[in-house]
């Protein structure tokens, strides 16, 4: 049974794992290959700053808060473990600002220690008037995307570093079933009118005084347009861009401006802070997560497809529970292929 996972970033490399680990012993036959253009450091995984936080509203999509939740157990549970570091994942906490009420997120419960700002505390941030407190996890892809491939190395999975055109290409090869997780390119595969890029820009300083996380929301602006800081382990990211339908992966010194400035403006004491490095990339935009499991044709066969993209801002935050929600679907692949081989009852 031969598995071809196209992409490389934090969806396609822990959805392979996943499925490993649940499936290579109940089918020894299993081999697993992972087809991407781009490998650690060059995916937008890696440019993520990598903190656990879920958009504000989750459109009602229960489905996708579950899987959110999932992903922060299964992180809380490795935080104890000795792989804890070198997967780059630790504890932050950090302050969520608004210049006006709003209801409690869909996740306020899956944090740690949720809570409303004081007066106190918001008058450290002038110009906003409401906000919460929280702890959460960080988890940088740098860290993470190189331990996830070492991880399936060692389990004996193949890596190649190729572009692939199309999944009948895959099929042609003798690949048995194709795992779509290309990010926001997904629609060079196949179509998909509501993918699209979310162009976003970071810069990266040094400043080891920036112990919290706080991030900004301008509700008329929408998601990412309004500035953010999060601290990581060697650095910190500044960001506050979303540019919806902008292929440009190049970075905008217009854009570096109104980073610098917001931020600065934020956290005065950023002036000082030295300027280490510089990112763009494209969030794969899209009002819903694509995971589902499609049967297309090859020759007279059918060939089987799990599509799992589409996560915008929030890969890192929902990369587990959609790892298991695919795994799922690649069981009910595996339970019909098993019971299509079978020998027909005589009767």
């Known amino acids: 049974m031969r598995v071809a996972i196209i992409g490389a970033g934090v969806i396609g490399l822990s959805t392979a794992l996943c499925i490993h680990e649940q499936y290579h012993s109940l089918v020894p036959s299993l081999e697993m290959e992972v087809y991407a253009d781009r ?32 992903t922060f157990d299964h992180l809380l549970g490795h935080l104890s473990s000795a792989a804890a570091g070198e997967m780059g994942l630790f504890l932050l906490s950090g302050y969520n600002l608004f210049t006006q009420p709003v209801p409690d997120p869909s996740w306020k419960n899956i944090v740690l220690g949720f809570r409303n700002l004081t007066p106190k505390e918001l008058e450290l941030f002038p110009g906003y008037s409401y906000g919460w407190f929280n702890t959460a996890l960080m988890l940088e892809g740098r860290s993470y995307l190189p331990w996830l491939t070492n991880r399936l190395t060692q389990r004996g999975v193949k890596f190649f570093h190729k572009k692939v055109e199309s999944f009948q290409e895959m ?8 795992i779509n997780c290309t990010g926001v390119r997904a629609g060079q595969l196949q179509p998909d009118p509501e993918l699209q890029p979310g162009r976003g820009q970071v810069i990266k300083v040094l400043a080891p005084w920036v112990k919290h996380f706080i991030i900004t929301h301008d509700i008329q602006a929408g998601i990412y347009n309004s500035p953010y800081v999060i601290p990581g382990r060697e650095f910190t990211v500044l960001g506050g861009i979303y540019q919806h339908g902008n292929w440009n992966e190049e970075n905008s010194a217009q854009d570096h401006r109104t980073i610098w400035e917001s931020c600065c403006r934020l956290l005065p004491a950023l002036q000082k802070a030295k300027i280490v490095g510089e990112w763009s990339g494209l969030r794969p935009a899209r009002p819903r997560v694509r995971l589902e499991r499609e049967t297309l044709r090859h020759g007279s066969s059918p060939a089987e497809v799990i599509h799992n993209y589409g996560h915008g801002g929030y890969g890192i935050t929902i990369h587990w529970g959609c790892a298991m929600a695919a795994a799922r679907l690649f069981g009910s692949i595996l339970q019909e292929k098993k019971l299509a081989n079978l020998p027909q009852p005589r009767f």
């Open 39 to 70: 490998y650690t450091p060059h995916t937008t995984s890696d440019g993520a700053a990598g903190l656990w936080q879920p958009y504000l509203s989750d459109q009602g999509n229960l489905q996708e808060t579950l899987w959110n939740k999932e």
């Open 171 to 178: 099929f042609a090869q003798g690949v048995d079933v194709v």
